[in-house]
């Protein structure tokens, strides 16, 4: 079964710094992986998502994400956060019509 | 940008009571979910519809749930009976057609508290 583990419950980075954010995928088939972002107080927004091709995906805001297949992994990068920034991150993998999420990652940019 | 639109934004139930909660997914879209997020814990899948019946469910979604399309562009979740254990941010979602590709995009949620 498919599965989306997120390292990390919350990363606190100040202001301009660059940050990462962890993902794993279980998976034994082809993968489709997203993430989503959930502003405070907020719905949950598409940030990027990998569906074939090249392993470097662009998204909304700056963030980008690689796919690794070798790590199983679908890491979350930006260069530079802003305060504007903080929110909640969702890892996500595909299951048939449905997403799988992992629990969440808290980013806190302090200025 | 279309955007899929839940109401309410948040409701205080009675435990015991009956909740409907409803969304209007976006225009030309023809698969529908609903997700639930219980505070602190991941956001799960519960139901998926398409052509005017439930393609898809989860174990959570049990008989105290159903879901229905009364109209072109209403999509509602009803609790029938609610419990403590219901008190989540539920998340409605809609994507434009089936497949591994297709963006599922998402309301604001509806948090219902139950007391």
């Known amino acids: 079964a498919q599965s989306v583990t997120q390292l990390d419950s919350q990363v606190p980075v100040f202001e301009e710094a660059p940050v990462e954010l962890r993902c794993n995928y279980s998976s034994s088939v082809s993968v489709y992986l997203f993430w989503y972002v959930q502003y405070p107080n907020q719905g949950l927004q598409l940030l990027l998502k990998y569906l074939s091709g090249s392993t470097l995906v662009k998204g909304i805001n700056g963030f980008e994400a690689e796919f690794n297949k070798s790590q199983t992994s679908f890491h979350l990068r930006k260069p530079s956060v802003h305060i504007s920034d903080t929110a909640e991150y969702f890892c996500a993998v595909r299951r048939g019509n449905k997403l799988v999420f992992g629990a969440g990652t808290i980013l806190r940019v302090k200025s | 940008e279309p955007e899929v639109t839940q109401t309410p934004s948040h409701q205080v139930t009675q435990m015991g009571q009956e909740v409907i909660l409803r969304c209007v997914p976006i225009s030309n879209h023809l698969y529908f979910y609903w997700y639930r997020q219980i505070l602190g814990q991941k956001v799960e899948f519960l139901v998926s519809?398409?052509?005017?019946?439930?393609?898809?469910k989860s174990e959570i979604f049990d008989d105290q749930f159903s879901v229905e399309r009364p109209d072109g562009s209403n999509f509602t979740l009803k609790i029938r009976s609610t419990k403590l254990e219901d008190s989540a941010m539920y998340f409605c979602a809609s994507s434009q057609q089936f497949g591994s590709g297709n963006t599922i995009y998402f309301g604001e949620g509806s948090w219902l508290t139950v007391v």
């Open positions: 519809f398409y052509n005017n019946e439930i393609s898809e």
